[in-house]
């Protein structure tokens, strides 16, 4: 066809609340039903084939209820992760040469399959492998995923059509190819639109995929798949591999044709990624592109104008919401003494006792489990050292139980050093720290916390004194990579809010948006001649 195809204009998809009596509520309530009825093979993908792992069989299992075992997984061989990467190698020529406008209709398609027919299916899935309350998957396993897949087809035609200019008889054409070899997508547990996003977004620039998702949302994982299957994805594009990353990660990154490392996940995993591939730099055909938004120690710094309602609320949701298993979640606060002791900290404790967290099928929960027993361990670790600590005080929460499931109660901590722990270290947990500086001290609070943790991810203010809001904006510039101004440093939307962070928060790339998809090709740049030159003398050459 001889067109200029125009895609869509994205729109976020709009969020649906799940209240009581209303149609959605009862269509995934049943949905949910179905899902826990049976127990579920979770097999890897290659080569547009579903095969099982040769690998020791993995539970997954529900975090809330870790007796329910949602389905079984096999862990990838080494033989089958380099099954994988031949895979995505295989079909590399094919799905680079295919037009973009059929590229992008499989992934418009499959935002539509999420949507609609597919929506409870992935809700379902996230609320019951990752423990989500039905809220908190709306805004990620349904919109979060539909808007990377919508957005992601208008930055890349956005990408495609940016060429360079032409002088009088020539003319200079930009061919954006994907990168020169195949891309290793690495993704996390805690957000089913993450674990979409990261082997979607270079797929669409035309590169193929060997992905390796969490065991622990491995559930939901196999669900988007099926979507991706069902949307037209040619078989070899995205290859899903199972189980622990470690055998499986030698085997692809040794390969000479790793392209590029999409990633997120912990900050030691990813490190570990980029010191492997400077070990092997030599042996690579190119140079590898390494993507990776990692961990964070999430501010609120508070200036005594602020409003103490808004703190409250901004503070708790922060922190709370999805078990604090958030890399953008509030884990430290800065708060001035004149309002925490005239009133905000009463607040904060009261809305903090009426949270509760249980089984998320019962919609009455505000959360529910940590991802697993390592996660849970990790917390009460914390909470041991802690209990004796002269300097740190638990002023809220603190206990634990994992009887049924791996519960840690949303837990506030006050403390009387700046540099303690719980100011740096990430808990990746429903644990957030408070510093209660005098009002008079905010400037150098605001200089001291910019650069005490090692993560620059997310963070903001809250002040109605505009000069406060000017100047601490201005000395936390680099302290986050979305930085919020009277508003919680949670829920960026695609298309609105670009998410990434420098430091030890990652590369910054900016998932959703044309500043991610350009790491996912190598340009080339076009020359034609319409009339050369036919005397091999210059002007100057002239008697």
């Not at 802690?386 to 109660?409: N, P």
Request: hydrophobic share 40%; aromatic share 10%; proline share 5%.
């Amino acid at each position: 066809m001889d067109a200029l195809f125009t895609v869509p204009t994205p729109q976020n998809e709009p969020v649906k609340g799940y209240a009581p009596g209303t149609p959605e509520r009862a269509s995934l309530q049943a949905k949910l039903t179905e899902l826990q009825a049976k127990e579920h093979d979770l097999d890897m993908y290659i080569s547009g084939e579903w095969r099982r792992g040769n690998g020791e069989a993995i539970k997954v299992v529900q975090p809330h209820k870790h007796s329910h075992v949602l389905g079984v997984t096999h862990a990838a061989t080494g033989a089958q992760a380099a099954e994988a990467v031949a895979a995505a190698k295989a079909a590399k020529r094919e799905w680079a040469s295919m037009d973009f406008a059929d590229r992008a209709a499989i992934f418009l398609r499959a935002a539509e399959l999420i949507a609609g027919p597919y929506r409870d299916t992935l809700n379902g899935a996230t609320m019951l492998g990752q423990s989500k309350t039905a809220a908190q998957t709306e805004i990620d396993a349904a919109c979060e995923l539909i808007d990377f897949l919508r957005f992601n087809v208008h930055f890349a035609e956005q990408i495609y059509a940016k060429q360079a200019q032409s002088s009088a008889g020539l003319w200079n054409r930009t061919d954006h190819r994907p990168l020169d070899g195949f891309v290793y997508a690495i993704t996390p547990f805690n957000f089913t639109a993450i674990a979409g996003n990261l082997p979607t977004a270079p797929a669409l620039m035309g590169n193929t995929v060997v992905w390796k998702p969490a065991t622990t949302q491995q559930f939901a994982a196999n669900f988007l798949v099926q979507i991706l299957e069902e949307a037209g994805l040619p078989g070899g594009v995205i290859n899903m591999v199972t189980g622990p990353g470690p055998e499986i990660s030698d085997v692809v990154m040794a390969d000479p044709d790793l392209a590029g490392i999409h990633f997120t996940g912990s900050t030691r995993v990813f490190q570990s990624l980029w010191k492997h591939v400077g070990e092997n730099i030599s042996s690579y055909r190119s140079y590898p592109r390494l993507v990776g938004e990692t961990g964070g120690k999430d501010f609120i710094i508070a200036h005594p104008s602020a409003n103490i309602d808004q703190l409250a609320v901004a503070m708790t949701r922060g922190a709370f919401e999805y078990q604090g298993q958030k890399c953008s979640a509030v884990s430290r606060t800065y708060m001035p003494r004149s309002l925490w002791e005239g009133g905000l900290k009463d607040q904060v404790l009261d809305i903090t006792s009426q949270i509760k967290y249980g089984d998320v099928t019962d919609f009455d929960h505000f959360g529910g489990a940590v991802i697993d027993e390592r996660a849970y361990a990790k917390h009460t670790a914390l909470f041991k050292r802690v209990a004796d600590d002269k300097e740190a005080t638990v002023i809220a929460g603190g206990t634990a139980d994992d009887s049924v499931g791996y519960f840690v109660q949303p837990t506030i901590i006050e403390a009387t050093n700046p540099e303690h722990e719980v100011f740096t270290d990430e808990y990746f947990g429903p644990i957030t720290s408070v510093y209660v500086f005098d009002d008079s001290d905010f400037d150098s609070v605001v200089r001291q916390a910019a650069d005490v943790a090692p993560y620059a991810l997310t963070g903001g203010i809250f002040a109605n004194d505009r000069a406060a809001i000017a100047r601490a904006s201005e000395e936390l510039r680099f302290a986050a990579g979305n930085y919020y101004i009277n508003d919680k440093p949670t829920g960026a939307v695609v298309g609105q809010q670009p998410f990434g962070g420098s430091r030890g928060s990652g590369t910054n790339d900016k998932a959703g948006s044309w500043q991610n998809l350009v790491r996912w090709i190598s340009p080339r740049s076009i020359k034609e001649n319409f009339v050369p030159p036919v005397d091999w003398k210059y002007p100057h050459m002239g008697a």
